[in-house]
């Protein structure tokens, strides 16, 4: 799990330090938890893509300082049989003056139906985070799910993969006992997802995934997220978001866990 620059704390110039390295490690090997907003297509099994953006800011003054804004989007084509969501995010952020986090991801996921039930995956990542000693990352992994169920007011997938996760580095860190500019591992992956349509205007949909590391003595990453959207107009919704990310090997200094909750406004575009 990725861990985020702490509010007010000025932007570091290099990881030339032991502590500093270790650290660096421990965010390369985390996914990032960050105040997005919570953007959600609409998903309808006719073959159109359909669209999302959402925006959220932040801004305070006095004894702190400090200001963030993000901008995230949401693509959907869905059919009978298969689906591709597509999702970015873009983050950044200022304290006292001195800028306090910038990062970029990028998300697609295709699903195919090849039984009623059964369905197979492919997911690729992207992520720029120089703050957390990232220069790029690149993910991909494939696998298989199972609907466990599938309703207009509700759906509950299970899944299960393989894949491989590749980092360089801003700086030099500290990675599975060497120096290193660059390091590459393979992953499980062990996820279970579902959405819910509580009425014709609210939906809250959730995903848990697990990352255990194919290597000895890796350690695991786990990623929840959660979001509620409540529909204002047929194109602009409130939505809330709950993330929370875990990390069995966080580094010195660094809490296992992070926790986060956030409120935004979306505009769907049919």
Not at 95 to 122: C, H, I, M
Request: glycine fraction near 10%; include cysteine; proline fraction near 4%.
């Amino acid at each position: 799990m990725m861990k985020n620059m702490r509010k007010n704390k000025p932007q570091p110039t290099r990881f030339d330090t032991a502590r500093n390295r270790s650290i660096a490690a421990a965010l390369a090997l985390a996914a990032p938890c960050a105040a997005y907003a919570q953007a959600q297509a609409t998903v309808k099994p006719d073959g159109q893509f359909r669209y999302a953006i959402g925006a959220g800011a932040s801004y305070s003054s006095g004894n702190t300082d400090s200001s963030s804004i993000n901008i995230v989007g949401d693509a959907v084509r869905k059919t009978g049989i298969s689906k591709w969501q597509i999702s970015g995010k873009a983050l950044r952020g200022e304290s006292g003056g001195v800028k306090s986090a910038e990062n970029a991801q990028l998300t697609a996921q295709y699903d195919r139906d090849f039984t009623p039930e059964w369905f197979s995956l492919w997911k690729g990542d992207a992520l720029r985070d120089k703050f957390a000693n990232i220069e790029g990352q690149a993910s991909l992994f494939g696998g298989i799910g199972r609907h466990m169920v599938k309703r207009d007011d509700l759906t509950f997938d299970l899944s299960a993969g393989l894949g491989y996760t590749y980092d360089k580095y801003v700086e030099a860190a500290d990675v599975a006992g060497a120096l290193r500019t660059s390091y590459g591992r393979a992953e499980a992956l062990l996820a279970e997802e579902s959405t819910h349509k509580f009425t014709p205007t609210t939906t809250f949909h959730q995903k848990l995934s697990l990352f255990p590391a194919l290597r000895g003595g890796g350690g695991y990453r786990g990623v929840f997220d959660s979001g509620l959207s409540v529909a204002m107009t047929p194109t602009l919704s409130l939505t809330a978001g709950f993330n929370y990310r875990y990390n069995s090997e966080p580094g010195e200094g660094l809490k296992p866990n992070d926790a986060l909750f956030v409120t935004g406004i979306v505009v769907k575009i049919e």
